[in-house]
């Protein structure tokens, strides 16, 4: 059976990318993960490789072609029929930012107060059926207090224990509504297809998937979002981080993305709104602000979803994030993150609309207060001074924890921020 | 050390050694005497009843006992070891208390805290006895550095034996007297049994360790009531009068020595033509039947309550005692059924 | 109010129980014309007389005894024996005789002795002028423990101990003789024998005595650098155990580290971690951690890796937070 093996979004904005070399030939047999091309895009220089085994049948386009993404780049010829698709390359739409690799014990750099070092980043340890439930003895009084049977709790601590914070996360869970197809535990029912009708298959939510699947149904079962929307006029940007990249590669020094722009922008506001930079603490019920920006980035791999984290974003230049991005995001997306590169975030940046859409509604990094979704750059009509002119338009969409911000003071940061990347010169100005 | 002796070994008093007491004064030394020896024979039934678990007779060392506590006034204070509980009774201790104590039932003033050979009586300044041996011999030392501190006449007396005399704290214990002078008497009570002492003791005369503590000494023959009686009383009045202790080495009767205490003293009374035997006969009888009487009242008086267990530890039980004494009830009540103590 | 060190505070203790009550008597190895080897009864036989404070022989088995004689005829001695490491003649006399005039005589003779003794190490001075014997006192029904900290609870918990009418053995810690300095009242005054809140703190408790208090404090500083804030627990009166205070504590925070220079091996933090096990299990966050001395004899060269210092404190309250 042919698998089209599609350009991935790899997120930040990039819309295309550049063949620099094919690691394949017309013909070959492919095993999965072996790298197929070098793609240079406006971040970094990628090797991608398959995500099937099977055996080359097309190779869409020569070294030096720009290819968008989404578009075909190989075909393959799969062995053996229908193979359960394990880790899918991440074509779909992005809208949700993903939780950290498990891999990484995110210990606190210092212990917070009262729940101590309560405020890990780790993603729900799966626990088999029959596998002991790990829990302290406090933890064990506080499910018992809240009614709750240890075993149907996720534990986020090391070796899966379950923490307090996570009993009443998935406490409080429990007591939101139940989102739209979201599970709450509760059994699956389903009017069974009568035969003829229709074939189906189920595939086991096991590893990355069941943790993303977790962190997600976590973040949105104990936060309250809401979303919000606003369309920015990027054109002096635009022009502005041609220049630089112009600049920039005849220096001999890689392009940046507009991502550098973006993080800066959000800190520059956050100096008005320091609760969109944030953790919110609920055991002890106290938001914790944080005084340092370390900006994660969702970011697409070959094995899932993850979080890359940008250190420090207000101490670096824009140059210096654009290059740490570069740095961060290939050593996550080639398996090889340190534990620096996964956690520690305070805020997230997705992109979204590479491949589509005009907004979306993310779902925050659980236990931050506020994510940004940033769309796809085109060109729209907008009017100006009563007439219709060409912009280069982008729509911002955050999701925030309306437990600690406010709609009001949601959209004081966003036209802050927005105020800043419309006007990049007052951007830099404010550094 | 020739052993100071009053009287013959028939009883007889030698040649003008005659102690010369009221005839009264002579019988109640007797009745003592002759009470001790009915209780040791009451101890050996309840303990071959099961009914005690120790008992020490005083059989031979009555003259030890008796002697010495006529010498002595009620507010001397009384060191004893296991043997000589019967002091007790001697200085006015009620009878059925002690009984109560030595059975460990109900009544008694210890709740049955300690076996039956350790006897308490602070109303009669008998201090409360021990098993480890010889301790008390530092005490008296300590409580007779009391005394003289606090600048009464007072004086303690402790009877220890052979076991007490080769341990440690009889050596301290004699030190210490010498050192400070204290108003205390040693009283030193053979064995009766020669070889047996020798072989913890070694050879020689027990009296003349004293001299190296710089502590004066007398040996007495410790069958001759009337020459024990002589020893103490000037030991005592050595120590009123701030001269320091005494060491008095008492040479038990029986086996080998002078006989029975008894059987002499109730010679020296047919010299004053004071029918001893038949004397001895009606008041063993009489004290007999009222010990025996009190002994079966005081076993229908059953066990003390369990909660007795936790008191005295402390002036004020502590928090633990306080929740270990309710655990232990709480315990008793599911479990015991209809059985309260 | 006057600073005083631990000896002056000893001093100024039984300076007023002597003057304050003519039952009292002061007395021991180097104790009377000498004034201690510690300097801890200086000036006493001076002013209060040979009749009340005085010398005896080397023999801890007659210092106890001689004692237990005069608390049961009704005075207050209080004996010095001179360190806790050579006490063990007088334990058949503290355990079998002391402890238990009480209890055997069905309260007929309370024996009310005070035995002040130096204890613990960190002088130099190997293992037999080092020792912490706490466990085995306290391990003794009928025996009082205490353990001052300071100059401040040493006097007030010292006048205590004389006006208590049951056996104390007064554990002082000669490390700290000198160093440890507080403000002390000239006047008499008790403290109750209870545990005290040194320090207050939301994230572990430490529960400790003695010398080990101060390395305590030092190590919740160093903690406290490092955002985990540390309650201490002072435990002053082992037996009889204020476990409220402690429990209360733990309750808290849910986390202990408790500390004691003696032996790790049934050391007295053991009775410590049982009962906290006991009655506040439901409250750990973390598994109780002790930091103690090692199952060794105290060592004389390497003394200094042999005690609980700050350092060991910090990292095992780290390992309770980091749990």
Redesign the interface.
Known sequence: MAFEFKLPDIGEGVVEGEIVSWKVALGDDVAEDQPLVEVMTDKATVEIPSPRAGKVTALNGAEGDVVEVGAVLVVLEEEGGAQAPKAAPKAEAKEAPAPEAAAAPAAAPTPAPKAAPAVKHTAPTARKPGDKVLATPATRRVSRELGIELSDVPGTGPSGRITKADVIAFSEGRRSPVASGGGTGMPFTHTPVPPGSGEEHRVKVRGLRRKISEAMTRSSMSIPHFSYVDEVDMTELVTMRKRVNQSLVARGDSKVSYLPFIMKACWIAFDDHPEVNALYDATTEEVVYKHYFNCGLATDTPAGLYVSVIRDVPNKSIVQLGQDIRDVTGRVRAGKATREDLSDGTFTITSIGNIGGLFATPIINYPEVAILGVNKIEQRPVVRNGEVVVRYMTNLSPSFDHRVVDGANAARWVNRVKELLENPGLLMATL | MTPLSILSPSGAPKADADPAWSSERVCSLHRAMVRSRVLDSVMGDLQRRGLISLFVPAKGHEAHIYGALLALKQSDWLFADVRQGAAALYRGFELRGWLAQLLGTRSAAHAGHAHSTEFTARAVNFVSVSSPVGTQIIHASGTAQGMKAKGTDDCSFVWFGPAAAAAGDCHVGLNFAGVYKVPTVFYYCSSGDPAADEARLGPGEFADRAEGYGIRAVRVDGSDVFAVYAAVAKAVKHARSGEGPTLIEGITGGLSGNGDPLTRLEGYMASRDLDGPALRQSIAAVFDAEVRGLIEELLGEGSPDTSTLFDDVFSQPTPQLIEQRAGLETHRRRFAGGVID | MPVMNIIQAVNSALDHALGADEDV?VFGEDVGRFGGVFRATDGLQAKHGE??VFD??L?E??IV??????A????K?VPEIQFSDFIY?AF??IV??MA???????????CGVTIRTPFGGGIRGGHYHSQSPEAYFAHT??L?VIVPSDPYTAKGLLLTAIN???PVIFLEPKRIYRAARAEVPDEAYTLPFAAAVDREG??VTIVTYGAALHEAREAADLLAK????AEIIDVRSL???D??TILASVRKT?RVVVVHEAARTCGYGAEIAAIIAEKA??????PIVRVTGYDTPFPYTLEQQYLPDALKIFEACETT???
């Open positions: 008597f009749n009340r005896t022989p023999s088995a007659g005894g001689t004692a237990i004689g005069m049961i005829y009704g005075l001695p003649p058949d006399q079998n005789e238990k005039f009480r209890y055997r005589s069905g309260g007929q003779y309370p029904a009928g009082k208590d009418p049951d939301e994230h490092n955002d985990i804030s037996v009889p155990l476990d409220e849910g299990l439901m409250h750990l966050e973390a937070v980091d749990f």
